[in-house]
């Protein structure tokens, strides 16, 4: 089945660094990926979407130049996280669709996360 | 735009019993897909089940069940035969029709099943 793979699982990094989570689908091609942030116990909130070979499309209120996104090929989007501080610690996800068109029959595949905490 | 309320923030059952998580919408569409995803532990979105809304039939996968009400906007989610495998958050989603369209989650309810 249709796989997303996303790097690093957790990262710890020290205030006012940048760091880079990678969401990769590793056997299909996916034009649009999508970021979300999850806060202990609660629902999945959107952040963007990202569309390769374009600019992202953020949600209200999500930061553009604090949460870079770069969708440079059809199979990897990147998610950056610049200058983090500590209300920046979440944990992370992407999702994919596997058959472009067939969101609404085969949803979307999730990533397994990266938990990023900076201190 | 359209919300998804899911009002049972948190349920308990035996294991072997049939549990019901309630889920709510609202649209101004016609025509969407719903759908419920499973978020075990390890925290891995899983597709449970999934709906279309010009569908009457309500879907069913093996244990999985939904009733689909689309003039109460209601879309709950029937678990048969819980097992404790079946322990996980559940998150109940829209999504509009028309390409990579994006979802649109409920606030989600911790299943907990008991030995």
């Known amino acids: 089945g249709a796989v997303v793979s996303q790097h690093p699982s957790w990262v710890i990094c020290k205030s006012g660094t940048s760091v880079k989570i990678e969401c990769r689908s590793l056997?299909?091609?996916?034009?649009?990926m999508f970021w979300y942030r999850q806060f202990p116990k609660q629902s999945l909130m959107l952040m963007a979407t990202s569309n390769e070979g374009s600019k992202a499309t953020y949600e209200q209120g999500v930061e553009k130049d604090k949460f870079l996104i770069n969708h440079a090929s059809l199979t990897l989007s990147t998610l950056t996280v610049t200058s983090a501080h500590p209300e920046d610690s979440s944990f992370y996800i992407c999702?994919?669709?596997?058959?472009?068109?067939?969101?609404?029959?085969?949803?979307?595949?999730f990533g397994s996360g990266t938990r990023l905490t900076v201190v | 735009a359209q919300t998804v309320t899911q009002s049972q923030p948190e349920m308990s059952v035996q294991e072997a019993e049939t549990v019901t998580l309630s889920c709510t919408y609202d649209t101004s569409e016609s025509n969407y897909y719903l759908f419920w995803y499973k978020q075990p532990p390890s925290r891995q979105m899983i597709l449970v089940i999934r709906?279309?809304?010009?569908?009457?039939q309500n879907a069913t996968e093996n244990r999985f069940s939904v009733n689909f009400q689309k003039a109460a906007k209601s879309f709950s989610l029937k678990i048969s035969d819980s097992q404790l495998g079946d322990t996980a958050m559940y998150f109940c989603a829209f999504m509009k029709t028309g390409g990579a369209q994006k979802l649109v989650f409920g606030q989600g309810t911790r299943l907990t099943i008991n030995p």
């Open positions: 056997d299909f091609q996916a034009t649009t």
């Open positions: 999702s994919a669709s596997p058959v472009p068109g067939g969101e609404g029959y085969y949803g979307y595949t």
């Open positions: 709906q279309e809304a010009y569908k009457q």
